[in-house]
């Protein structure tokens, strides 16, 4: 059995740095907001490059009170994809905004900056105030095109990095480009945690300020909210615990690319589509998705012969029961979305997995393939 991820075989990888590290939070009597939260904010910001991490419960949480930083409220329109976790939806509900849904390119899976803009115009009297693009399965947005457009028509905007730990555009690092992002620890990302944590990143002072005094109660000042903030705490645990993985992220994002490599090389391109990423991005392969329109027969194969294999995401956002009310009028603009939902599989990805089990999972696929394909 090749499992499709394994947070079990990341804590096996580092597990003396991983013991070590619970040791010291335990002896050292202090559980929440204490020096390996303080440490892990600044080591990770300064991994991306960027002045200032906030510490907090988890990624809906970070976009939540990146959103609310921002001044976006109740009633506010946010500009986001469909085809992504329903986190990124619950943040915007959450904060009392809507979300409004903008298709992809569907060679990507990524918010199209050209429909974008056609949204934006299109907003009319709906107050639209930010844009959260969401680098998908570790494929960074076109950040670019997104802040222009942001700049041009005065909006804020989010990133969703959940998927995108250290990946970047020209050597920039996702999570810079926007007014503020939102990074999750949740077990699987690129960089895992062994609970829930999530963190806010910026490089504006006033909004970093905003974000810390949000994440416990409003307050500037023990016990005087400020404002009506939450409780949202990365704790000391999982700090410490990030701090250790922290340091090998960069080459077990460069393994999650050998592995990519391997399988583009030997899948067949004839019957499987997959994302390739343009030479200006670094793309850090949260999963690698293959798209095929018999992908729910290939789903079943790969079950019965052990392989673990997922689909992110079955079901576009706006056509879950809790967002149907938030799908655009036009029947067909989420199109693009809609489509690929029925077409992404995610295969096995995870730094752990041996060059054996990635030619096993080659290995099926191939057969699989070999026993659909239409003789010619
Ligand atoms: C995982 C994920 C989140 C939310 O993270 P949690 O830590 O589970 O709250 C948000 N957006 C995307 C795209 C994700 O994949």
């Known amino acids: 059995m090749i499992p499709q991820t394994s947070p079990g075989a990341s804590y096996r990888a580092h597990q003396t740095e991983i013991d070590g590290a619970v040791a010291r939070v335990m002896q050292s009597g202090v559980y929440i907001l204490g020096k390996e939260v303080s440490a892990f904010e600044t080591e990770f910001s300064t991994y991306l490059g960027s002045r200032y991490g ?45 979300p409004m849904f903008v298709d992809v390119d569907p060679r990507t899976g990524l918010l199209d900056p050209e429909r974008l803009e056609r949204a934006i115009k299109g907003a009319g009297s709906q107050r639209l105030k930010a844009i959260v693009p969401v680098h998908l399965y570790g494929y960074p947005a076109d950040m670019e095109a997104i802040t222009a457009l942001a700049n041009r028509y005065g909006l804020m905007v989010i990133e969703d990095c959940a998927q995108s730990h250290g990946a970047s555009i020209d050597l920039r690092k996702v999570g810079t480009w926007g007014h503020m992002a939102a990074f999750s620890f949740y077990p699987t990302k ?16 006033s909004l970093a300020e905003k974000a810390l005094l949000l994440r416990e109660y409003g307050w500037r000042e023990r016990y005087v909210s400020e404002r009506a903030g939450v409780n949202s705490r990365l704790d000391e645990m999982q700090a410490a615990i990030l701090r250790a993985k922290l340091p090998h992220l960069d080459h077990e994002n460069r393994r999650r690319r050998e592995v990519a490599e391997l399988y583009a090389r030997a899948l067949p391109g004839a ?61 067909d603009a989420l199109a693009n979305s809609e489509s690929m939902c029925g077409r992404v599989l995610s295969l096995p990805m995870f730094p752990e997995l041996t060059n054996e089990q990635v030619d096993m999972v080659i290995h099926v696929v191939n057969q699989w393939e070999t026993a659909v394909r239409v003789p010619v």
């Open 54 to 98: 906030i510490g907090v419960g988890s990624g809906t949480d970070a976009l939540h009170i990146a959103l609310r930083a921002c001044g976006i409220g109740t009633g506010d329109r946010v500009a986001t994809t469909p085809l992504t976790a329903s986190a990124t939806a619950a943040a915007i509900e959450m904060a009392g905004a809507i």
């Open 190 to 205: 690129n960089l895992g945690g062994m609970g829930d944590g999530g963190a806010v990143i910026t490089n504006d002072r």
């Open 271 to 331: 019957t499987l589509d997959t994302i390739r990423p343009t030479a200006k991005v670094q793309h850090v392969y949260h999963q690698y998705v293959v798209m095929c329109d018999r992908r729910d027969e290939l789903l079943s194969f790969l079950k019965k012969e052990g392989i673990g294999a997922l689909i992110h995401y079955p079901v576009p956002l706006h056509r879950q029961p809790a967002y149907y009310s938030r799908r655009p009028p036009q029947e």
